[in-house]
Protein backbone atom coordinates (compact mmCIF):
# COMPACT_ATOMS: atom_id res chain seq x y z
CA UNK A 1 0.00 0.00 0.00
CA UNK A 2 1.30 3.17 -1.16
CA UNK A 3 -0.51 6.75 0.43
CA UNK A 4 0.38 9.91 -1.19
CA UNK A 5 -0.07 13.39 -0.21
CA UNK A 6 -0.95 16.65 -1.91
CA UNK A 7 -2.47 19.88 -1.59
CA UNK A 8 -4.83 21.49 -3.92
CA UNK A 9 -5.66 24.86 -2.07
CA UNK A 10 -4.71 27.19 -1.11
CA UNK A 11 -8.00 27.77 1.04
CA UNK A 12 -9.02 31.53 2.29
CA UNK A 13 -11.38 31.23 5.00
CA UNK A 14 -12.51 33.37 7.83
CA UNK A 15 -9.89 32.80 10.72
CA UNK A 16 -13.11 33.06 12.94
CA UNK A 17 -14.88 30.10 11.45
CA UNK A 18 -12.62 27.50 11.74
CA UNK A 19 -12.02 27.88 15.06
CA UNK A 20 -15.58 29.06 16.21
CA UNK A 21 -15.61 30.63 19.53
CA UNK A 22 -11.74 30.16 20.29
CA UNK A 23 -10.88 33.53 20.57
CA UNK A 24 -8.55 35.32 17.88
CA UNK A 25 -6.44 36.05 21.18
CA UNK A 26 -5.37 32.29 20.74
CA UNK A 27 -5.85 31.14 17.37
CA UNK A 28 -4.34 34.47 15.96
CA UNK A 29 -0.69 33.33 17.38
CA UNK A 30 -0.70 30.55 14.82
CA UNK A 31 -1.95 32.52 11.44
CA UNK A 32 -1.37 35.49 9.70
CA UNK A 33 -4.70 37.20 8.75
CA UNK A 34 -5.23 39.33 5.39
CA UNK A 35 -7.29 42.48 5.19
CA UNK A 36 -10.73 40.42 5.24
CA UNK A 37 -9.48 38.72 8.72
CA UNK A 38 -8.79 35.15 6.47
CA UNK A 39 -6.69 32.72 7.15
CA UNK A 40 -4.78 30.77 4.63
CA UNK A 41 -5.36 26.53 4.82
CA UNK A 42 -4.97 23.61 3.12
CA UNK A 43 -6.75 21.08 1.02
CA UNK A 44 -4.92 18.54 1.61
CA UNK A 45 -6.23 15.39 -0.78
CA UNK A 46 -5.14 11.86 0.29
CA UNK A 47 -3.95 9.04 -2.36
CA UNK A 48 -4.17 5.36 -1.52
CA UNK A 49 -2.91 3.10 -3.67
CA UNK A 50 -4.45 -0.28 -2.29
CA UNK A 51 -3.67 -3.34 -4.50
CA UNK A 52 -5.93 -3.16 -8.04
CA UNK A 53 -7.39 0.29 -6.44
CA UNK A 54 -6.28 4.13 -6.44
CA UNK A 55 -8.85 5.57 -3.84
CA UNK A 56 -9.39 9.45 -3.53
CA UNK A 57 -10.57 10.78 -0.03
CA UNK A 58 -12.09 14.26 -0.77
CA UNK A 59 -11.16 16.42 -3.93
CA UNK A 60 -11.27 20.09 -2.63
CA UNK A 61 -13.72 22.69 -4.21
CA UNK A 62 -14.18 23.78 -7.53
CA UNK A 63 -11.29 24.94 -9.61
CA UNK A 64 -8.70 22.38 -7.45
CA UNK A 65 -9.21 19.79 -10.62
CA UNK A 66 -6.03 21.14 -12.33
CA UNK A 67 -4.02 20.74 -8.91
CA UNK A 68 -5.52 17.68 -8.54
CA UNK A 69 -4.89 16.23 -11.96
CA UNK A 70 -0.98 17.80 -11.98
CA UNK A 71 -0.70 15.91 -8.89
CA UNK A 72 -1.76 12.35 -10.05
CA UNK A 73 -0.03 12.95 -13.49
CA UNK A 74 3.72 13.44 -11.37
CA UNK A 75 2.51 9.98 -10.25
CA UNK A 76 1.70 8.98 -13.45
CA UNK A 77 -1.90 8.39 -12.82
CA UNK A 78 -4.84 9.16 -15.25
CA UNK A 79 -7.78 10.26 -14.33
CA UNK A 80 -9.15 7.01 -16.34
CA UNK A 81 -6.90 5.20 -13.78
CA UNK A 82 -8.57 6.46 -10.31
CA UNK A 83 -11.22 3.65 -9.29
CA UNK A 84 -12.54 5.30 -5.90
CA UNK A 85 -13.52 8.82 -4.78
CA UNK A 86 -14.60 8.78 -0.84
CA UNK A 87 -15.92 11.79 0.68
CA UNK A 88 -16.24 12.64 4.21
CA UNK A 89 -18.76 14.79 3.36
CA UNK A 90 -20.29 16.79 1.02
CA UNK A 91 -19.34 20.48 1.74
CA UNK A 92 -18.09 22.08 -1.31
CA UNK A 93 -14.23 22.36 0.37
CA UNK A 94 -14.43 18.45 -0.34
CA UNK A 95 -15.89 17.31 -2.70
CA UNK A 96 -15.86 20.17 -5.57
CA UNK A 97 -12.50 19.01 -7.07
CA UNK A 98 -14.22 15.72 -8.73
CA UNK A 99 -16.44 17.68 -10.68
CA UNK A 100 -16.44 20.24 -13.32
CA UNK A 101 -18.86 22.06 -15.60
CA UNK A 102 -19.27 22.03 -19.30
CA UNK A 103 -21.57 24.49 -19.64
CA UNK A 104 -24.12 24.48 -17.07
CA UNK A 105 -23.60 20.68 -16.93
CA UNK A 106 -21.98 19.57 -13.75
CA UNK A 107 -19.83 16.56 -15.53
CA UNK A 108 -17.13 13.98 -13.40
CA UNK A 109 -13.82 14.23 -13.76
CA UNK A 110 -13.04 10.63 -12.79
CA UNK A 111 -15.33 9.09 -15.51
CA UNK A 112 -14.27 5.14 -14.05
CA UNK A 113 -14.58 6.00 -10.03
CA UNK A 114 -16.86 4.98 -7.92
CA UNK A 115 -18.53 7.54 -5.52
CA UNK A 116 -18.84 6.66 -1.44
CA UNK A 117 -20.54 8.31 0.83
CA UNK A 118 -22.89 7.98 3.80
CA UNK A 119 -26.60 7.53 3.53
CA UNK A 120 -27.37 10.29 6.02
CA UNK A 121 -24.74 12.77 4.54
CA UNK A 122 -26.28 12.27 1.29
CA UNK A 123 -29.97 13.10 2.52
CA UNK A 124 -28.63 16.21 4.47
CA UNK A 125 -26.69 17.68 1.10
CA UNK A 126 -30.28 17.81 -0.87
CA UNK A 127 -32.18 19.12 1.80
CA UNK A 128 -30.04 21.11 3.42
CA UNK A 129 -31.86 23.93 5.85
CA UNK A 130 -31.67 27.47 6.02
CA UNK A 131 -27.98 27.12 7.45
CA UNK A 132 -25.95 24.19 6.32
CA UNK A 133 -27.47 25.57 2.61
CA UNK A 134 -24.57 27.69 2.18
CA UNK A 135 -22.07 24.45 2.70
CA UNK A 136 -23.40 22.14 0.37
CA UNK A 137 -23.57 22.41 -3.62
CA UNK A 138 -27.17 20.62 -4.24
CA UNK A 139 -25.76 19.74 -7.67
CA UNK A 140 -23.19 17.40 -6.31
CA UNK A 141 -25.93 15.83 -4.52
CA UNK A 142 -28.22 15.71 -6.92
CA UNK A 143 -25.62 13.84 -9.35
CA UNK A 144 -24.63 12.10 -6.71
CA UNK A 145 -28.13 10.45 -5.91
CA UNK A 146 -28.51 9.75 -9.44
CA UNK A 147 -25.26 7.96 -10.47
CA UNK A 148 -25.17 4.40 -10.77
CA UNK A 149 -21.32 4.81 -9.60
CA UNK A 150 -22.75 6.08 -5.58
CA UNK A 151 -22.01 3.72 -3.40
CA UNK A 152 -23.89 4.79 0.28
CA UNK A 153 -23.28 3.53 3.50
CA UNK A 154 -24.66 3.64 6.85
CA UNK A 155 -22.39 2.58 9.97
CA UNK A 156 -18.71 1.39 8.08
CA UNK A 157 -17.90 0.20 4.21
CA UNK A 158 -14.65 -2.01 3.87
CA UNK A 159 -13.06 -0.74 -0.04
CA UNK A 160 -10.99 -3.95 0.52
CA UNK A 161 -9.11 -5.54 3.37
CA UNK A 162 -6.62 -2.24 3.37
CA UNK A 163 -9.24 0.22 3.57
CA UNK A 164 -12.09 0.82 5.50
CA UNK A 165 -14.98 3.85 5.62
CA UNK A 166 -16.21 4.31 9.29
CA UNK A 167 -19.12 6.67 10.34
CA UNK A 168 -17.91 9.81 12.37
CA UNK A 169 -20.68 12.62 13.09
CA UNK A 170 -20.61 15.44 14.44
CA UNK A 171 -19.11 18.01 12.01
CA UNK A 172 -22.01 16.45 9.98
CA UNK A 173 -24.76 14.18 10.51
CA UNK A 174 -23.40 11.75 8.28
CA UNK A 175 -19.39 12.82 8.40
CA UNK A 176 -17.14 10.02 7.86
CA UNK A 177 -13.66 9.16 8.47
CA UNK A 178 -11.21 6.74 6.70
CA UNK A 179 -9.18 4.16 7.84
CA UNK A 180 -5.71 2.57 6.28
CA UNK A 181 -4.36 -0.21 7.36
CA UNK A 182 -0.65 -0.81 6.79
CA UNK A 183 2.60 -0.57 9.28
CA UNK A 184 1.06 1.78 10.79
CA UNK A 185 -3.07 3.05 11.37
CA UNK A 186 -3.70 5.78 9.12
CA UNK A 187 -6.69 8.03 9.85
CA UNK A 188 -7.98 10.46 7.31
CA UNK A 189 -10.40 12.77 9.19
CA UNK A 190 -11.76 14.55 7.24
CA UNK A 191 -12.91 17.76 9.04
CA UNK A 192 -13.46 15.84 12.39
CA UNK A 193 -9.62 17.10 12.95
CA UNK A 194 -9.31 20.00 10.62
CA UNK A 195 -6.13 21.34 11.80
CA UNK A 196 -3.48 20.10 14.30
CA UNK A 197 -4.76 22.12 16.38
CA UNK A 198 -8.26 20.87 16.66
CA UNK A 199 -6.54 17.52 17.20
CA UNK A 200 -3.91 18.82 20.11
CA UNK A 201 -7.42 20.17 21.78
CA UNK A 202 -10.33 18.01 20.99
CA UNK A 203 -12.50 20.92 22.31
CA UNK A 204 -11.89 23.55 19.82
CA UNK A 205 -14.57 23.27 17.44
CA UNK A 206 -15.42 25.12 13.96
CA UNK A 207 -18.30 27.45 13.07
CA UNK A 208 -19.36 24.48 10.74
CA UNK A 209 -19.38 21.69 13.08
CA UNK A 210 -23.43 20.98 13.27
CA UNK A 211 -23.33 18.91 16.49
CA UNK A 212 -20.79 19.73 19.20
CA UNK A 213 -21.99 17.10 21.71
CA UNK A 214 -21.78 14.44 19.31
CA UNK A 215 -18.37 15.86 17.24
CA UNK A 216 -16.56 15.65 21.08
CA UNK A 217 -17.79 12.08 21.62
CA UNK A 218 -16.68 11.16 18.18
CA UNK A 219 -12.97 12.85 18.66
CA UNK A 220 -12.53 10.81 22.06
CA UNK A 221 -13.48 7.74 20.29
CA UNK A 222 -11.25 8.22 17.66
CA UNK A 223 -8.39 9.40 19.93
CA UNK A 224 -9.04 6.29 21.88
CA UNK A 225 -7.94 4.45 18.88
CA UNK A 226 -5.19 6.08 17.91
CA UNK A 227 -3.91 5.41 20.96
CA UNK A 228 -3.66 2.02 20.95
CA UNK A 229 -0.92 1.34 18.13
CA UNK A 230 0.81 2.83 16.03
CA UNK A 231 -0.38 5.82 13.83
CA UNK A 232 -0.29 8.43 11.46
CA UNK A 233 -3.70 11.21 11.72
CA UNK A 234 -3.71 13.36 8.34
CA UNK A 235 -5.01 17.15 8.68
CA UNK A 236 -7.59 18.30 5.43
CA UNK A 237 -7.01 21.89 6.49
CA UNK A 238 -3.47 22.30 7.83
CA UNK A 239 -1.13 23.64 5.45
CA UNK A 240 2.21 23.31 7.31
CA UNK A 241 0.90 20.28 9.20
CA UNK A 242 -0.70 18.09 7.17
CA UNK A 243 -0.04 14.84 9.24
CA UNK A 244 1.19 13.82 12.61
CA UNK A 245 2.91 10.43 13.34
CA UNK A 246 1.90 8.79 16.63
Known amino acids: MKIHLFDVGPFLLDGGSIFGVVPKEKWGKFFTVDEQNRIKLGLNVVLIESKDRKILVDSGVFGSKERLLENLSKLKISPE ?32 AKYYVNRIELENA ?8 FFYKKEIA ?11 FDNSFSINEEVEILHAP ?3 DGHSVVIAYGERMHLIAGDMFPTLYHFEKPYFMTAFDGNLKQNLK ?20 HLEKPFLDL
Open 218 to 237: TKKHFLNMLSKRKSRVYFYH
Open 170 to 172: GHT
Open 142 to 152: SFLSRSGDTIL
Open 126 to 133: LNPDDRTR
Open 81 to 112: AVTDIVFTHLHYDHSGGAFDYRYDTLIPVFKN
